[in-house]
């Protein structure tokens, strides 16, 4: 490929390794690459440890060089690097590669349950990673996308939390994860997707993981061996399934099953069917505190859905008091397009939130 000999080269992002793609361009004589998005891809980039000099560039500004390239007969590039930049807006963003619900398995529970840090990762590296710079020595991090960077954030949260609560349960450190996440990025509006555009609950969850705040939620919405088995066997499971997951004898038959959306879990989903047209549910919550508080109901708005939640302030005074609410919706199924909304208990020192989504 004489052509690209010595020029920086533009790739359009691919499935596969970008790493692949500038040794490719590096072993025919390349002297430097661009990577463009394309426009699913949107704003998400990644820095990688690239063999030769290269930038990822998002589909606005992909756009862009391929227009000044195709217009030109002699085009120049370079690339500069200014050092780390802090403090870009807006962050948090979902990547384009997250994955999105719903849950198609069980659809009342809403997936994903929350986000956490996932995207360009400054991670130690137990080998070299890529070119050393100026030869001046081994390379040991590495920068990296995906799960295997969110999950030990989401993880580590959940271990900090269970040296502060080592009683609570993993429901109840769930619970306190999802129920204190950050629904507004660093610039105070809604957090957005790969595009920009607002993200929905099928894209952030309950929104972006907070450990400080994770550790002290206020309420918490727990389950019990008995509520996971009667929603296994809600789902239709065979006996010798569910016993595949709890080691012990269980006859569904014997057993009060639990549909998803009655779990007592941090979030209402609901798919608006053509059969029904309201729902009633309950949910528990358990205070972790002492001393006498009051938490005061907030809904927001959803459109094209009625709610009336009873009653609308819990009173507690004891620690692991519990109390039980009732969440009433109504819609007109052929007047509902994914509504989403938020209900709050706030207290003067919490705000414990829970989202509810209506599916079309």
Known sequence: MPEVKGKMVVCRRAPGSRIQLGETVKNNGGAAMLIINGELDGYTTLAEAHLLPASHLNYVNGSSIEKYVNASKEPVASITFKGTILGVSPSPTVSFFSSRGPNSISPGILKPDVVGPGVNI??????????????????????????????PHLSGTAALIKSVHPDWSPAAIKSAIMTTSDIVGNDGKPITDELHQPATFFATGTGHVNPTKAADPGLLYDLNV???IGYLCGLGYADAQVEIVTHRRVTCDTVKKIKDVELNYPAIV??????????????????ISSGKTVF???????????????????????ENEKKTYSVSLTWQSNNVNDAEGNLWWVSDMHSVRIPIVIRA
Request: cysteine-free.
């Open 270 to 287: 609901i798919t608006a069917a053509a059969s029904f047209d309201s729902i009633t549910v309950n949910r528990t919550v358990t205070y």
């Open 226 to 228: 008995d509520d996971y």
């Open 122 to 151: 400054l991670a130690a590296w137990p080998f070299e990673v890529g070119p050393s710079p100026n030869n001046s020595g081994t390379v040991f991090f590495n920068m990296i996308s995906g799960t295997s960077m969110s999950t």
């Open 296 to 318: 005061k109901l907030k809904v927001d708005k959803l459109s094209g859905v009625s709610a009336k939640v009873s009653p609308e302030t819990l009173e507690f005074s004891l």
